[in-house]
């Protein structure tokens, strides 16, 4: 059985494999479609992908994986790695360095173990279940802020932005109206370790996959917050939704978004009807 010591340092040096080809590659980025016009694809993320699995593979042989560009592994085993090989590749395909790789370790079914390295700031965020989160080495807290008027917020917009758009632009404007700021970052991972390290107060968004937030999630918690779905249940990972925050927030976040809620699921079907409308309209 592996120790929770030799997880993390593998976990590490899978996490700067990735890394060291963001870097490679940012100067010459070629990008293809994945599901649609605005989700994007780009050699670093398979390359960033294959240079973390062959790290992980030859230390762990057995253990089962899962990755995004890869998918999961036929392997069977209790101990499974959830791995975003380029988180915020947006981003990268602009070169805007807001991106990262998400690597975690989960014993069956509970995230042990998460590393999240930003290779173009060189911040490495790594946090053990009972162990505490660090960045480049140095211990991390969520903020105090107590009260969401005073808070400053990170959220995401997932690849059917287009298509919910009113719905999910209805959070952003319910938020911008009960808080200091929302930021939209491009790195769900990122996003996670910023409300970890105190840089941000709470996080949430919609349409999320695990390696989104396998190791956010475990980040923010070890660093004294807590994480959730939106209803306020225990977060599941493979439940496309996530509050993260830092603690104080949490139960002013889910009464915000269950009051937020109706008038989103209000102004999306308006403009399926608008939709439907102009279609048959065009038809006609
Ligand atoms: C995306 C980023 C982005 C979030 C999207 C994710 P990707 O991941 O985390 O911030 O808003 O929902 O899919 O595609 O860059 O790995
Ligand atoms: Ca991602
Ligand atoms: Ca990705």
Redesign the pocket.
């Known amino acids: 059985m592996p120790d929770h010591g030799e997880i993390e340092k593998v976990a590490v040096r899978a996490a700067r494999a990735a890394g060291r080809i963001h870097m490679k590659r940012l100067s010459h980025i070629s990008v293809a479609r994945k599901s649609n016009a605005i989700?994007l694809v780009t050699e670093a993320d398979r390359e960033a992908e294959a240079a973390a699995i062959d790290v992980l593979q030859r230390a762990f042989p057995a253990h089962a994986i899962l990755a995004?560009e890869s998918g999961a592994s036929p392997t069977i085993s209790e101990h499974r790695w959830i791995i975003?090989p380029?988180?915020?590749?947006?981003n990268f395909a602009h070169s805007y360095p807001q991106?990262c790789v998400s690597i975690a370790y989960a014993r069956r079914g509970r995230v042990q173990s998460g590393v999240i390295f930003d290779a173009f700031k060189r911040e490495l965020f790594v946090a053990r279940r009972g162990g505490g989160a660090r960045l480049n080495g140095k211990p991390i807290h969520v903020t105090r802020t107590p009260l969401l008027e005073s808070a400053l917020l990170v959220t995401?917009?997932?690849?059917d932005r287009r298509e919910r758009r009113r719905f999910y632009l209805a959070f952003w404007e319910g938020f911008m109206m009960r808080t200091h700021g929302v930021r939209r970052?491009?790195?769900?991972?990122l996003?996670l370790a910023w409300v970890a390290c105190g840089r941000a107060d709470a996080f949430w968004?919609f349409?999320?996959?695990p390696w989104?937030i396998a190791a956010g999630s475990l980040m923010v918690e070890e660093a004294g917050g807590r994480v959730g779905n939106i209803d306020g249940t225990e977060l599941d990972l493979a439940g496309a939704q996530i509050i993260a925050s830092n603690g104080r927030l949490h139960q002013q976040m889910i009464d915000a978004m269950s009051a937020i809620r109706p008038e989103a699921e209000r102004r999306h079907a308006a403009m399926l009807a608008e939709t439907a409308l102009e279609g048959a309209g065009n038809h006609g």
């Not at 380029?86 to 947006?90: A, I, V």
């Not at 970052?185 to 991972?189: M, P, R």
């Open positions: 989700d995004e975003d380029l988180d915020g590749t947006t991106f995401g917009f997932p690849y970052t491009g790195s769900a991972a996003d968004e349409g999320l996959k989104d």
